[in-house]
């Protein structure tokens, strides 16, 4: 079969842009793990123009919340064309139904082992609605196909070495959507890392590693990043704060060559902390954790969000100072979002504050799907703008560059140099993240449920 792979995408700031810094994994990966002899094409909404009248036998569409209803008109087309279509991702995996009427298939959570099967069924003329996917072992896993990546990518590199994260913030779905905590063997990791069939030389040197906590069994980083320090690249990753009080592990990662740790700090109150339930960060050693990563000349990005219960505007718009004064190279900030499968939705759902007139558009992390407790949702939306703006100011960027420039390695400084400038351009161009309520976006009209005996047929 000929297989089309679309990563669906909404813009998220006022104006696009044709080029992007870093891809996703999945869709590259799920090209690497299709059997012969199917034929494979990866395409990126966020940079890529979709083909309708693909000669594709079979499209499948991956997406978070935030882009189901793209991924819907995507369907909603293809379903005109008489297309196949399947889907799967976080959103799919959560809400099954909803998905089903779109696409004729679907599989949940991790898809390495269902993926074969689905082919060989749709091959066979014997597609089955729900294919239930589950934890992988990561063994003997394929090197993404990274030669289907667009040039329209600045990093090509990306890599996942583990899956799954101990931790259970009350926001995120990978405890439920990834359970447990599994390793790639090494020697996969460091054959894909090494993957050197790239135009250009960043791109041959940057190694991004899209995992969820790269850092938590701590024999195996050790053994990894001793295993990166020939390759001689510049890597980075998302890693838990608990990394700057293991000084051993900080010099591993400087001489393996990282540039940059992704942390989820998301707050700076003790109370927002204990409601997202995320025990591993102590206010008190935000500072202290930063300097001792920066002083290996690694640039320190973080996430904060903006929503807790215990935020009001004032809260919220003192972040941009307060994450300056910790030494945040670059920061993302975001709105708190009540995904489905996370402990936060099942709260905020059982209180009654879910706001129902807001469709999946409002799920992209920049705008406001639910009841705040203390301010309105127009007052935490505009907050966050305001943290945004000031954050983003050229002001706040050139001090990062600045200081990025007398603290950080090469690397380091050239990720923050480029991220600041990137977001500050965006900021003086008066090109913010879109504010949904203000905006009326045109979406063909969604496909009528047309399978309610598949619905039957899969008990759900
Ligand atoms: C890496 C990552 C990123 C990267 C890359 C984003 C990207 N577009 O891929 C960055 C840092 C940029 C990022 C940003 C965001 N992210 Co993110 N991210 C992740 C993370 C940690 C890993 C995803 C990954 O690459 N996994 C490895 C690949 C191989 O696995 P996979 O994508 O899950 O795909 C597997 C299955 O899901 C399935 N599958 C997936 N799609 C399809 C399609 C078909 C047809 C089939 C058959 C199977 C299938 O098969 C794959 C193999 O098993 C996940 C957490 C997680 N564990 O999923 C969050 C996660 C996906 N992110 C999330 C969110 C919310 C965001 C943001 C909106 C956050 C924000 N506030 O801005 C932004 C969106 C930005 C954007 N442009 O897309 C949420 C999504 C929740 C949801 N329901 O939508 C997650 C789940 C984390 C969470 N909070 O719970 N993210
Ligand atoms: S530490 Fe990160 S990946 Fe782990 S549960 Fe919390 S937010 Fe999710």
Not at 336 to 344: A, L, N, Q, S, Y
Not at 384 to 397: D, G, I, M, V
């Amino acid at each position: 079969m000929k297989i089309d792979i679309i990563i669906a995408y909404i813009q998220r700031y006022e104006f696009g842009h044709e080029y992007d810094f870093v891809p996703p994994i999945t869709g590259i990966h799920l090209a690497a793990i299709t059997p012969a002899p199917h034929e494979v094409r990866v395409y990126h909404q966020q940079v890529d123009k979709i083909n309708l009248d693909t000669d594709a036998d079979l499209v499948a569409i991956s997406f978070f919340s935030g882009f189901a209803l793209s991924a819907y008109n995507l369907a909603a087309e293809f379903r005109k064309r008489g297309k196949t279509l399947v889907a799967g991702g976080p959103h799919v995996t959560y809400c099954q139904e909803e998905a089903l009427t779109y696409f004729d298939a679907i599989i949940t959570g991790e898809a390495e082992q269902q993926w074969p099967i689905l082919l060989q069924d749709a091959a066979s003329g014997n597609l089955q609605p729900i294919y239930l996917g589950g934890p992988c072992d990561m063994k003997n896993l394929p090197t993404p196909r990274y030669d289907l990546l667009p040039d329209k990518f600045f990093i090509k590199k990306v890599i996942q070495a583990t899956r799954g994260c101990p931790f259970s913030c009350s926001f995120c779905t990978v405890p439920s959507l990834n359970p447990g905590f599994r390793l790639r063997p090494v020697a996969d990791v460091i054959r894909d890392a090494a993957y050197d069939r790239f135009s250009y030389w960043w791109q041959r040197k940057i190694v991004w590693f899209w995992d969820d906590n790269l850092t938590i069994r701590r024999p195996y980083i050790r053994e990894l990043l001793q295993e990166m320090i020939p390759l001689k690249k510049w890597w980075l990753t998302q890693a838990s704060m608990d990394i700057a009080k293991d000084p051993e592990l900080l010099d591993l990662m400087k001489a393996s060559g990282c540039i940059g740790v992704f942390l989820g700090i998301e707050s700076f109150g003790v109370d927002s902390l204990a409601d997202a339930n995320k025990r591993q960060n102590k206010i008190d050693n935000y500072s202290v954790a930063v300097k001792e990563i920066r002083k290996r000349g690694i640039a320190v990005m973080a996430g904060f969000i903006a929503g807790f219960d215990h935020d009001d505007e004032a809260s919220i718009i003192s972040m941009a100072d307060q994450l300056m004064e910790i030494g945040i190279d670059v920061p993302f900030l975001s709105i708190m979002t009540p995904f489905r499968g996370t402990p936060i939705y099942q709260s905020l759902n059982k209180e009654g504050r879910i706001l129902e007139d807001r469709n999946w558009n409002f799920y992209n992390g920049y705008n406001v799907a639910f009841q705040p407790k203390k301010i309105s949702e127009t007052q935490l939306l505009q907050a966050h703008r305001t943290l945004w703006k000031q954050s983003f100011s050229p002001w706040y960027a050139f001090r990062r560059i600045v200081r990025g420039a007398f603290h950080l390695r090469l690397g380091a400084f050239l990720l923050s140099a480029f991220m600041n400038t990137f977001y500050a351009c965006k900021r003086t161009r008066k090109n913010y993240p879109i504010d949904m309520t203000a905006r009326t976006f045109q979406f063909p009209a969604l496909q009528e449920q047309r399978r309610p005996q598949v619905h039957a047929a899969a008990g759900i």
